[in-house]
């Protein structure tokens, strides 16, 4: 989950320099968006929880690119600015979902063979741990091999290199800028709705509680790098649950800061730099 | 006629004023040299023509303002722009790097390969792991796969060994064959083989324009605005 919040991130500062904190509101509204259209759909709960996506994921999406004309796009160079504009959004869209849907948690749509347990090697694990991590994956080599294949993810890459010089070759980079902005939106959306689907409910506070570790996952990962940012994800994941367990619960957000900052003392540029590959 | 014509340009830099009101005409067809000390605005002018830096003032390229238009805009006009310091995207390879500059029409690969064939055969190789002389044959090589009637070279040869220094100069007799080229360069003895046409900035403002040859006989006039000993040699 953190990887798909933090891919989005990773890619939209790595490309624009546009530190984005209203990416954990997408993740809210994608989730509310799934949350809203599974009670207008008919059918089982699979098949709301599969409408639902389809349509919290492209609300993502579009609202992403929407920003990104709007808001952003006229405050390029302005950084100070676009902090301030995104964390004013960010703060304005979590009031509009309270404001719509009220404070409490709404139960998302889960289909019983997700809540049900897997035995592996002696463990019994929630089916829907599979789904994250298969979708995670599946994300993961998707965006590899968009950015490895294709006109628009050789631009993405040489735009996280140098912005300049890819504009001085006749490409309109504005236009990758909006599609990275799209990608990153459908990202954290379907990131809202994996987070419904491991935690059951949805409520307007998720996307920024998750946000926070998202940051942190791309200062570790390097900016700009999706292999980096997977790896880091992975890492942070795991140090936090393992510290939950076994040390003390709460220990987890303790030791993934520790974490972040040893990164920062010994390899601050991240575990893998500023290059999209 | 002047294909390119730049009148009364300014460029701030911060709280510096680099470029004060430079004016100047390059004419179609040929290499015009700008010329100048370091850090008299030279780069600073590619730069501004290129709509790299926030200006002031009027470009005109084929009789089409420019100075209105973004930078990737004025590049589909026509222009390739090879910068100082190449600026190859490192973790790039240099298939990738020649595939990202390709616009319109048929990349010229063919003229690529032959003027230097070694891109051909490291094609599969990061740009990043390539030596400076072949790091500026895959920035030239990006400016010339395109049919573009003008060049804006920055200083192509600096830091190159001689060997290569030759070959970077002929890369730009066959380049001027093709496309008129606007160059910055410090090696007058490249200027001298290459350049038709002179222009010599200090101070942020033209000072000096004219035929390469008459410029380059006159020792005492180079080393007075380029504080060189003159004859490029």
């Known amino acids: ?277 | 006629m002047a294909l390119i014509r730049v009148d009364d340009l300014h460029v701030y830099l911060g709280e510096s004023h680099v470029l004060q009101g430079v004016s100047f005409e390059v004419p179609e067809g040929g290499v015009t040299a700008l010329l100048g000390r370091n850090g008299v605005g030279k780069t600073t002018t590619l730069r501004a023509i290129m709509g790299l830096v926030p200006r002031r003032g009027t470009v005109t390229l084929a009789g089409e303002e420019t100075t209105r238009l973004a930078t990737h805009q004025i590049v589909r006009r026509g222009i390739g722009y090879v910068p100082e310091d190449r600026d190859v995207f490192a973790g790039l390879t240099v298939d990738e790097n020649l595939r990202l500059s390709e616009r319109n029409g048929l990349p010229r690969y063919e003229l690529v390969y032959e003027l230097f064939p070694e891109l051909k055969t490291r094609g599969g190789q990061r740009a990043g792991t390539l030596s400076g002389g072949q790091q500026q044959m895959v920035a030239i090589a990006r400016a010339l796969l395109n049919d573009n009637p003008v060049l804006l070279v920055d200083e192509p040869t600096k830091g190159l060994a001689p060997l290569l220094v030759t070959e970077v100069a002929s890369a730009l007799e066959r380049a001027a064959e093709l496309a008129t080229v606007l160059l910055v360069e410090q090696n007058l003895a490249v200027v001298e083989r290459v350049a038709q046409q002179v222009v010599v900035l200090d101070g942020g403002r033209v000072v000096h324009t004219g035929p390469a040859t008459e410029l380059l006989r006159d020792r005492a006039t180079i080393q007075s605005l380029l504080g060189v000993s003159g004859g490029g040699h």
Do not use: C
């Open chain 1, 1 to 277: 989950m953190y990887f798909l919040i933090a891919s989005g991130l990773s890619l939209i500062y790595g490309l624009m320099g546009v530190l984005n904190f209203a990416h954990g509101a997408l993740l809210t509204v994608g989730a509310y968006a799934t949350w809203w259209t599974s009670t207008h759909v008919g059918g089982g709960p699979g098949t709301k929880l599969l409408v639902g996506a389809l349509a919290g994921v492209a609300v993502g999406g579009i609202l992403a690119a929407l920003i990104e004309l709007v808001l952003i796009r006229p405050l390029y160079r302005r950084p100070v600015e676009q902090v301030l504009v995104t964390v004013g959004l960010a703060l304005a869209l979590n009031a509009l979902v309270e404001a719509i849907w009220g404070f409490d948690a709404r139960p998302f749509p889960v289909p019983s063979w997700l809540i049900d347990t897997t035995t592996v090697f002696g463990a019994n694990i929630p089916n829907d741990r599979f789904l994250e991590i298969g979708v995670a994956a599946a994300v993961l080599v998707g965006l590899t091999l968009f950015l490895r294949y294709t006109r628009y993810g050789l631009i993405i890459r040489a735009g996280v290199e140098n912005r300049a010089m890819v504009t001085a070759l006749g490409i309109d980079v504005r236009r990758a800028f909006t599609l990275v902005f799209a990608l990153g939106g459908m990202a954290a959306a379907l990131a809202g709705v994996l987070s419904g689907v491991y935690y059951g409910v949805v409520d307007p506070g998720r996307g920024t509680s998750l946000l926070i570790f998202a940051f942190i996952v791309v200062v570790i990962g390097g900016f700009g790098s999706i292999g980096g940012t997977a790896v880091a994800a992975v890492v942070v994941g795991l140090i936090q649950q393992y510290a939950n367990y076994y040390a003390s619960s709460g220990l987890g957000d303790l030791a993934v800061v520790l974490l972040l900052a040893i990164v920062l003392l010994l390899r601050p540029e991240g575990l893998s730099p500023k290059v999209a590959h």
